[in-house]
């Protein structure tokens, strides 16, 4: 069994920083990629960024002021978010495809999200 699990979020004022965690762990074998998404109130859940290979690509969603970075060893990635603004408010959530196996097929897992609220 594999388990998603954000970390980091919370309530961060206009211009602040925040770093979220995701740590993926069980039955691994190999990680293909980790990324994030997120889902604002009353909008669909749309791409901030997937790190595959060595290389990262930013959704519109992410560019600018969010970098993704990511620990292989640990099967970890990062959301690092500067200068926020209200408009970023949403629910983040952390994306893994992994072989839980060599002969097991790809698979897709989702954190359950972690609330990140801009605010003064």
């Known amino acids: 069994q594999v388990r998603v699990v954000e970390s980091g979020g919370g309530l961060v004022q206009p211009g602040g920083s925040l770093r979220l965690s995701c740590a993926a762990s069980g039955s691994i074998f190999s990680m293909n990629a980790m990324g994030w998404y997120r889902q604002a109130p009353g909008k669909q859940r749309e791409l901030v960024g997937i790190?595959?290979?060595?290389?990262?690509n930013y959704a519109d969603a992410g560019k600018g002021r969010f970098t993704i970075s990511r620990d292989n060893a640990k099967n970890t990635v990062y959301l690092q978010m500067t200068s926020l603004k209200p408009a970023v408010t949403a629910v983040y959530y952390c994306?893994?495809?992994?072989?839980?196996?060599?002969?097991?097929?790809?698979?897709?897992?989702w954190g359950k999200g972690t609330l990140v609220t801009v605010s003064s």
């Open positions: 790190t595959s290979g060595g290389s990262t």
């Open positions: 994306y893994a495809v992994l072989r839980g196996t060599p002969t097991s097929p790809v698979m897709h897992y």
